[in-house]
């Protein structure tokens, strides 16, 4: 109620007091009740005048009392920007019986943005929780026999693929695909990288066994099975057709009555790109100059495989342990200069000459000894022939497209 209102109910309460006083005086006759009547219409009249009086303006700002002021709310702190992560980093951590991974997102100056524990599993000789690593924005890794798929900047799990349900051993990131495969199976498992199962191979061959590289030329994979080979560092390689997924020995998969290039080509596939660090190469050479060149695979440090070709199928040749990793040398007609030797206490070197007879590569004779000529004139007679120098690693297969 406002101001005016109040004054007018106070003036109203004098008047009813005072009458009310006066007919006490007169004895309570008719003519003061009559009187009180009468002011208690004023009264209604004045209150009801004092309504209309507000209606009309609209407004009782000016005479009510002034509303205390609020306090303005504190405006909610902005949440600090995230970081980017620079980095993910898998920590394996063992725990009794049992293992676990920590894996922690990094920003540029090592401050964590996201991190968690992966659950804990049954210790074993094979790795439960492998890292896969990286690809754009986000993270691969197997936790037990499940592929994950987390991402980069929140660490958030986009999805996991159970069917893979191996131990990784092998991996290989893909245009479309991440590719793996464990040394308890499976042989191959190709997954999409929105999760998708494409292709899971249990077992190429039964002969053959631990899977444990993987390596992508091509449209093809290359699997390196290491079990039920007579030699452990020679290993069984498959190779699987990444549009059909059809399987092949790397040794069948280029048949006789394809050309040269072709066969070359897959011979090439029986061989890793790398081993014990140091990358296989190979070069074409005109062995014995029929006009179709051999293949010379350089492997290890040491050693050398020739194959020719004799318009129908590949013949390899036997073999060869050559001590240096830049001894072979031209020669002008069926033949190749071989520069040998350097071990032993005596270290003696020779100059050695190889001929082809029937497709194969044969020793023919000794050009020169350190045991007869000395290490100058054997190098200055070196210095005389054209250096076979141009190797190139064995995924590249310019030479052979160009031939």
Same mark, same amino acid.
């Given at each position: 109620?406002n101001?005016k209102?109040?004054?007018?109910l106070a003036v109203?309460m004098?008047?009813?007091?005072?009458?009310a *006083?006066?007919?006490?005086a007169?004895?309570?006759?008719?003519?003061?009740?009559?009187?009180?009547?009468s002011a208690?219409r004023?009264v209604?009249?004045?209150?009801?005048e004092?309504?209309?009086d507000e209606?009309e303006?609209g407004?009782?700002?000016?005479?009510s009392?002034?509303e205390?002021?609020k306090?303005?709310?504190?405006?909610a702190a902005?949440?600090?920007?995230?970081s980017?992560?620079?980095?993910i980093?898998?920590?394996?951590?063992p725990?009794g019986g049992?293992?676990?991974?920590v894996?922690?997102?990094?920003d *540029?100056?090592?401050n964590?943005v996201w991190?968690f524990?992966?659950?804990?599993f049954?210790?074993?000789?094979?790795t439960?929780?492998?890292?896969l690593?990286q690809?754009d924005?986000?993270?691969?890794?197997v936790?037990?026999?499940?592929?994950?798929?987390?991402?980069?900047?929140?660490?958030?799990?986009?999805?996991? !693929?159970?069917d893979?349900?191996?131990?990784?051993?092998g991996?290989?990131?893909?245009?479309?695909?991440?590719y793996?495969?464990?040394?308890y199976?499976?042989?191959?498992?190709a997954?999409?990288?929105t999760g998708?199962t494409l292709?899971r191979?249990e077992?190429?061959?039964?002969?053959?066994?631990w *899977?444990?590289?993987?390596e992508?030329?091509?449209?093809q994979?290359?699997?390196?099975?290491?079990?039920?080979?007579?030699n452990?560092?020679?290993p069984?390689?498959?190779c699987?057709d990444l549009?059909?997924?059809?399987v092949?020995?790397?040794?069948?998969t280029?048949?006789?009555?394809?050309?040269? *290039?072709?066969?070359?080509?897959?011979?090439?596939?029986?061989?890793?790109a790398?081993i014990s660090?140091?990358?296989t190469?190979?070069?074409l050479?005109?062995i014995?100059?029929?006009?179709?060149?051999e293949?010379?695979?350089?492997e290890d440090?040491?050693y050398?495989?020739i194959y020719s070709?004799?318009?129908?199928?590949v013949?390899?040749s036997e073999?060869?342990y050559?001590n240096?990793?830049n001894?072979?040398y031209?020669y002008?007609g !069926?033949g190749?200069v071989?520069?040998?030797?350097?071990?032993g206490f005596?270290?003696?070197e020779?100059v050695?000459?190889?001929t082809?007879?029937?497709h194969?590569?044969?020793?023919?004779?000794e050009l020169?000894s350190s045991e007869?000529?000395t290490?100058?004139e054997i190098?200055?007679?070196?210095?005389?022939?054209?250096?076979?120098?141009?190797?190139?690693?064995?995924t590249d297969?310019s030479?052979?497209s160009n031939?």
């Amino acid at each position: 109620m406002n101001r005016k209102r109040w004054m007018i109910l106070a003036v109203c309460m004098l008047v009813l007091l005072s009458l009310a *006083a006066c007919g006490k005086a007169d004895g309570g006759d008719d003519s003061g009740a009559a009187a009180l009547e009468s002011a208690l219409r004023q009264v209604r009249d004045k209150l009801d005048e004092a309504k209309h009086d507000e209606a009309e303006s609209g407004s009782t700002a000016d005479d009510s009392e002034p509303e205390p002021e609020k306090t303005p709310e504190p405006a909610a702190a902005a949440e600090p920007e995230q970081s980017a992560v620079e980095r993910i980093e898998l920590t394996r951590v063992p725990s009794g019986g049992d293992e676990y991974a920590v894996i922690t997102g990094y920003d *540029a100056a090592e401050n964590t943005v996201w991190s968690f524990e992966t659950p804990r599993f049954v210790m074993t000789e094979m790795t439960s929780v492998v890292e896969l690593g990286q690809r754009d924005d986000r993270y691969y890794y197997v936790e037990n026999t499940t592929v994950v798929c987390l991402d980069v900047q929140t660490g958030t799990r986009l999805w996991e !693929n159970s069917d893979y349900a191996g131990r990784a051993t092998g991996f290989a990131f893909g245009d479309s695909a991440l590719y793996l495969c464990g040394q308890y199976g499976p042989d191959f498992f190709a997954v999409s990288y929105t999760g998708e199962t494409l292709a899971r191979i249990e077992q190429f061959d039964p002969n053959y066994y631990w *899977a444990s590289e993987i390596e992508l030329r091509g449209d093809q994979a290359l699997v390196y099975l290491y079990g039920g080979t007579p030699n452990y560092d020679d290993p069984m390689i498959f190779c699987v057709d990444l549009h059909t997924y059809a399987v092949s020995s790397a040794a069948d998969t280029a048949p006789a009555g394809q050309s040269f *290039a072709e066969q070359y080509r897959a011979v090439l596939l029986t061989y890793p790109a790398e081993i014990s660090g140091y990358k296989t190469e190979h070069t074409l050479y005109d062995i014995d100059q029929d006009g179709t060149p051999e293949l010379i695979v350089h492997e290890d440090v040491s050693y050398y495989y020739i194959y020719s070709f004799d318009g129908e199928q590949v013949i390899p040749s036997e073999k060869f342990y050559w001590n240096y990793s830049n001894g072979l040398y031209a020669y002008d007609g !069926n033949g190749l200069v071989v520069h040998d030797g350097g071990q032993g206490f005596m270290r003696f070197e020779y100059v050695e000459f190889y001929t082809m007879t029937g497709h194969q590569l044969e020793w023919s004779e000794e050009l020169m000894s350190s045991e007869n000529y000395t290490y100058s004139e054997i190098r200055e007679y070196l210095d005389t022939l054209t250096p076979i120098d141009n190797f190139i690693p064995i995924t590249d297969d310019s030479y052979l497209s160009n031939s």
